[in-house]
């Protein structure tokens, strides 16, 4: 998600000629990295608890109604974010006398440039999908029971076989590889959400800023940041 969010975002800059539609599709970009980390941790841009929709309206990445029209939309908000993207390319097209846009349309070689920009897009838009259904697939609710279940009665035989031969040293055994066993099975129990906020997940904050970052610099060094 980051390289194609990045590979529109330098797309953007160099052939998106309108500055006002190239610093709305720079943000729309960045609302699409924040509206898909929400949206894979169970929450939304909306949220009463979710901190990164009012931060985005106070960067000055969106405006308070763009927030409310993003909340109020029935799809996942990061598909609402490729459309607006989608929408602001079509504007870039229809700008008169070719000034949305720095190849010329009329030449069917450079009308070619704008399936980069689709192509992009429809990969943006099938992460969305992949990474759902990593979150979703998960492990069966009776997993974790069994394996407690395993846990108990293999170390609670185990004990009594190992102190025939081991003697006092069963605790001290017995102790040390249940330890061992029971961390195993809590880091794989993390594991199963990679975008939750345990320290073993996907560190999605520092990916938002690399995106947010990067499509910042592309506004400022236009003199649109604010």
Request: proline share 4%.
């Given at each position: 998600m980051?390289s194609?969010?990045?590979d529109?975002?330098i797309?953007?800059r160099?052939?998106?000629a ?11 970009i ?10 894979l941790?169970?929450?939304s ?10 931060g985005?309206?106070?960067?000055g990445?969106?405006s ?16 609402f974010?490729?459309?607006m993207?989608?929408a602001v390319?079509v504007?870039a097209?229809?700008?008169p006398g070719?000034?949305g846009?720095t190849f010329?349309?009329?030449n069917k070689t450079?009308g ?7 192509g992009?897009i429809?990969e ?19 997993y974790?029971?069994?394996?407690i ?5 293999f ?7 190992w102190?025939a031969?081991v003697?006092?040293?069963t605790p ?7 330890f061992l066993t029971?961390?195993?099975?809590v880091?794989?129990?993390n594991l ?6 345990d ?6 904050e520092?990916?938002c800023?690399?995106i947010?970052?990067h499509?910042?610099d ?9």
């Open positions: 980051i194609k969010c990045l529109l975002a797309m953007n160099r052939w998106v309108h500055p006002a539609l190239g610093d709305k599709l720079s943000r729309w960045i609302v699409y990295a924040y509206a898909s980390k929400a949206l941790r169970g929450s841009l909306g949220a009463t608890d979710d901190v990164d929709g009012p985005l309206v106070d960067r990445i969106l308070c109604e763009e927030l409310d029209a993003l909340c109020d939309s029935p799809c996942w908000q990061p598909y974010a490729i459309e993207i989608r390319l504007e097209h229809k700008v070719g000034r846009i010329d349309e009329t450079h070619q440039v704008f399936r980069c920009f689709d992009v429809k943006m838009t099938a992460l969305v999908g992949d990474n759902i259904r990593t979150r979703s697939s998960g492990l069966p609710s009776s974790d029971l069994i394996t279940m395993s846990f108990y009665i170390f609670g035989l185990a004990s009594f076989v102190s031969g003697g006092w040293m001290v055994i017995v102790a040390t590889a249940s029971v961390l195993l099975i880091m794989g129990s199963v959400d990679p975008f939750g906020l320290k073993v997940d996907i560190p999605m520092e990916f800023e690399t947010e970052v499509a910042i592309e506004r400022s060094r236009s003199g649109r940041y604010r």
